[in-house]
Structures are given as structure tokens and as C-alpha cells.
Nanobody, 125 residues
């Protein structure tokens, strides 16, 4: 599956932003869709994931209660709604997909074979 992330931008602290991840192909509903983020000099950090076939959602502790991952299988699109944004949320956000992620690996970037190009989110204080 090919992925394309969009929706990043500049927002003030406390504000909200919604990222989108458009996927090609006919297997989207079976894909686990995830969001990771990365800042310069650091590894990609897990943010959230939504398992395919009606599976569960998972969040990093740092975003739990503020971010919501969702998906629209009819539109082949995943979303990340980000509320109460903080300056430390500033990063390039990547969406990722895989049809073969096991539960124990859902938070690991190496478990995903498809990646979008990244979209920059900047939160000003």
C-alpha cells in the first residue's frame, strides 16, 4: 500500500490539528495504520495505531487523552486528530501501514513496511 500524509502546519499551543493519511490499494481495511513522529537527531517515536479488521487502537502515553486515531475504510484514509497541542508535539509526523503487524509489535516502527512522506507539525508556545 502507498501512503500519503497531509495536514501538518503551524498551530499555537492548546490548539488542534487533524492529519490525514490517504492510502492506495484495496487492502486498506486489513491494514494496521499507525502514526509516528520524529524530531531532528531522534528516532521515530510511536504515537498511535489502529489495527485493521475492526481492531483496537493504541496510544503513546504522551498523547493519550489528547490525540485520537481514526480511519474511514470507505475512503481509504486514516486520521490523527490532535487536541491540546504542546510545543513538545512539534515533529515530522509519518503515517505507516502494514497488513502483518502482530499485537506485540504495533508500537515498533520496524513492523511497518509502508510509510508516507511525513508532514511537519509545529506548535508554538
Amino acid at each position: 500500500v502507498q501512503l500519503q500524509a497531509s495536514g501538518g502546519g503551524l498551530v499555537q499551543a492548546g490548539g488542534s490539528l487533524t492529519l490525514s493519511c490517504a492510502a492506495s490499494g484495496s487492502t486498506f481495511s486489513r491494514q494496521t495504520i499507525a502514526w509516528f513522529r520524529q524530531t531532528p537527531g531522534n528516532e521515530r517515536e510511536f504515537v498511535a495505531a489502529f489495527r485493521g479488521n475492526g481492531g483496537s487502537t493504541y496510544y503513546a502515553d504522551s498523547v493519550k487523552g489528547r490525540f485520537t486515531i481514526s480511519r474511514d475504510n470507505a475512503k481509504n484514509t486514516g486520521y490523527l486528530r490532535m487536541n491540546s497541542l504542546r510545543p513538545e508535539d512539534t515533529a515530522v509526523y509519518y503515517c505507516a501501514g502494514s497488513s502483518s503487524v502482530i499485537l506485540s509489535s504495533v508500537r515498533l516502527s520496524r513492523a511497518y513496511g509502508s510509510w508516507g512522506q511525513g508532514t511537519l507539525v509545529t506548535v508554538s508556545s
